[in-house]
């Protein structure tokens, strides 16, 4: 197991904060190179890569597809007790930016396939991205030429080793205003797009009711980012507010979108950003209460969990033939984006033993 710490702490010293995944996907890839894989490196974007590995047949679908990201989200260093590019252990964690989110994760993944291909010749493939921090980008691009279809997706998203059987789905929007310019000793010349959208941004704050899930919990809206006017002696002429709209079964984005224009007004340019589907897989489908089991003993017996955040597999679904999906990892939920963020190395050991027990499992 302290191979999968030992890369883990790798990852963790790669810089990716928003971007830069090559050298972390460079490192992935020589692993999974040395361990008896067929590895693609995809570098769609300059300095960006996603990783597909895989080991068995080259057609027909695989059984289980293993997958994570390598970016993280920004960490200031100034604001931190340690180094974000630490990698150090103390007092059984592991220390840095993307410990919880999501390299434990992924390093805990290849340990297993890796150990799995050489012990038990099991076939596998993984699938690692780039920028799914904003908005899945290396999903988005991933060749689907370059990935069989498979029946169960694992998503090594940070979940304290529970398993989590999909989430929300994820609605980014735009919203503008546009007025006329005018001197602000003479606002009455002019029409302020500002105080326009910033009536529209709260009612949209405002609005209770959203609808609800049974499964998924409440739809959400988030006015996040506002943005309007050069100085203070001139009538702005246009404003732009972002939303984040978290979507739930029997409340898409076509309905999300309907509703946040009826609340802006119809002098609001409302555009879509970002539009990730929701996932949910049902937990009493054949065969995935052992499933289960195989992850997390005793997770079949309690009510299934639906995150509020997004992952790939919003994207990756539809690439790899519309496999069921669990979420299952060893990084802190509550540690992702956090300052001084750590993840459990005692939960990095558990979760490499729960992957490769589902890799080599006997299926029908």
């Not at 894989?37 to 300059?46: D, N, S």
């Not at 390598?70 to 931190?80: I, K, M, N, Q, R």
């Not at 509020?308 to 992702?336: K, M, N, R, W």
């Not at 956090?338 to 499992?361: H, K, N, P, Q």
Request: glycine letters at 12%; aromatic letters at 4%; charged letters at 20%.
């Amino acid at each position: 197991m302290n191979d999968a710490l030992a890369l883990a702490q790798r990852l963790v010293r790669i810089d990716t904060r928003g971007g830069g995944e090559r050298p972390a996907a460079d490192v992935v890839a020589g692993v999974l190179d040395d361990g008896g894989f067929e590895v693609r490196v995809q570098e769609p974007v300059e300095g960006r890569a996603n990783v597909i590995a895989r080991f068995g047949p080259r057609a027909g679908r695989t059984p289980v597809t293993l997958t994570g990201h390598l970016d993280t989200v920004p960490a200031e260093a100034s604001g931190w007790s340690f180094d974000p590019m630490s990698g150090d252990v103390r007092g059984g964690r592991l220390l840095g930016r993307g410990s919880s989110d999501m390299k434990a994760g992924v390093a805990a993944q290849i340990h297993a396939a890796v150990r799995a291909v050489r012990e038990r010749r099991v076939p596998v493939q993984l699938v690692f991205t780039f920028g799914e921090e904003t908005g899945c980008d290396g999903a988005a691009l991933l060749d689907p030429a370059s990935v069989l279809p498979t029946d169960l997706l694992v998503v090594a998203e940070p979940t304290g080793n529970r398993t989590v059987l999909g989430h929300k789905g994820t609605l980014w929007l735009k919203a503008t205003a546009h007025g006329v310019s005018a001197h602000g000793s003479r606002p009455e010349l002019g029409r302020n797009a500002l105080a326009a959208l910033a009536a529209a941004a709260t009612r949209v704050h405002e609005h209770k009711g959203w609808p609800a899930s049974p499964t998924h919990g409440p739809a959400t809206v988030n006015v996040g980012t506002f943005h309007a006017g050069v100085q203070p002696n001139l009538v702005p002429d246009r404003a732009e507010m972002r939303i984040d709209v978290r979507t739930v079964p029997g409340f898409g984005s076509s309905d999300a979108v309907a509703a946040i224009s009826r609340l802006c007004g119809g002098d609001i340019e409302i555009e879509r950003l970002v539009d990730l589907p929701g996932v949910a897989t049902d937990p009493a489908a054949p065969g995935m209460p052992e499933t289960l089991e195989l992850l997390a003993p005793g997770s079949s017996a309690r009510p299934p969990e639906y995150a509020t955040y997004f992952t790939d597999a919003s994207l990756l679904t539809a690439t790899l033939g519309d496999p069921a999906v669990i979420i299952y990892g060893p990084g802190d939920p509550e540690q992702a984006h956090v300052t001084d963020e750590t993840c459990s190395v005692a939960a990095i050991e558990e979760s490499a033993g729960a992957f490769f027990r589902l890799l080599c499992a006997e299926r029908p």
